[in-house]
């Protein structure tokens, strides 16, 4: 009895480990890595994915950067070439990931520190720690300055909830729909507009009749004497001038005379000097 709660708890026990075991295998093998074609550009992934530079892609400016430290023969122990063979060896070297939005960015500092720690221990830094940590600081400094990428999400799509603060946008306020009118207008009274049926003499009475007359058009006005229903439509424009009241400035009659007297004394005057001068 013991023996076979003994085997229950192993088999109970083992199953659960290849279920957590299988769980953890199987969240490990869903990233994958990305290999950059340099460490400049860009790079497509997916979430999560991690980002890597090929170790060949950076080691020229390993190379350039050693160089700066190196004393000539390699009497201080730096060996530019030396080191940029071991960063060739090192292969990938993550650099970040794939982040969780449309776009990101891997910087310069990034691919720099990811290479100042594959040669942190390698030989060809220098002789003393003082001389290594400058010779790392060179190559992190030439491959900050000449790296960085952008990196894009394929697979990212952009959320659709509402914002964490619960305001609910206002709905968008659409133009009213012009929808056919079942409304019946009631008829229009056209009794007192002219009117004349072809082939048909109308009299003007009827056609203007006297008890309606039509809007804007004058009364017409019935003259005194004038026979019983014969009315004497008188023209429009017809009108009295009105006499205007004297004038301050309006020359008078002796002003005029005066002026007729002045003209014939200078006539005489004028006839009787070109006489003078003839004889």
């Given at each position: 009895m013991?023996?076979?709660r003994t085997t229950r708890r192993v088999l109970v026990a083992g199953a659960l480990a290849v279920m957590f075991g299988g769980a953890v295998f199987t969240g490990t093998a869903s990233a994958s890595t990305v290999l950059a074609q340099g460490c400049t550009g860009s790079v497509v992934g997916n979430i999560g994915d991690e980002i890597a530079v090929q170790g060949k892609d950076v080691a020229d400016l390993v190379r350039a950067g050693a160089k700066e430290q190196e004393i000539f023969l390699h009497l201080n122990g730096v060996n530019p070439d030396g080191l940029a063979d071991t960063i060739t060896k090192a292969g990938a070297l993550p650099v970040g990931s794939v982040p969780n939005a449309a776009n990101g960015s891997i910087t310069g500092d990034n691919v720099a520190t990811a290479v100042a720690d594959a040669l942190k221990n390698a030989d060809g830094l220098g002789f003393s720690a003082d001389q290594r940590q400058k010779t790392l600081n060179s190559i992190s400094t030439k491959v900050a300055g000449n790296c960085g990428m952008t990196v894009y999400a394929g697979n990212y799509?952009?959320?659709?909830?509402?914002?964490?603060?619960?305001?609910?946008?206002?709905p968008a306020t659409t133009l009213p729909t012009s929808s056919p009118s079942t409304a019946i207008a009631p008829p229009r009274d056209y009794g007192n507009i002219p009117a004349?049926?072809?082939?048909?003499?109308?009299?003007?009475?009827?056609?203007?009749p006297t008890s309606a007359p039509i809007a804007g058009l004058p009364t017409p006005e019935v003259l005194p004497g004038s026979p019983t229903g014969q009315t004497d439509v008188r023209n429009a424009g017809e009108a009295d001038a009105i006499a205007a009241p004297p004038s301050s400035g309006t020359v008078q009659l002796p002003m005029l005379l005066a002026v007729v007297a002045l003209a014939g004394v200078s006539a005489a005057l004028v006839r009787t000097w070109v006489l003078r001068k003839l004889s």
């Open positions: 013991n023996l076979f799509s952009s959320p659709t909830t509402l914002p964490s603060s619960g305001a609910v946008p206002p004349a049926v072809p082939g048909v003499a109308v009299s003007p009475g009827a056609r203007y």
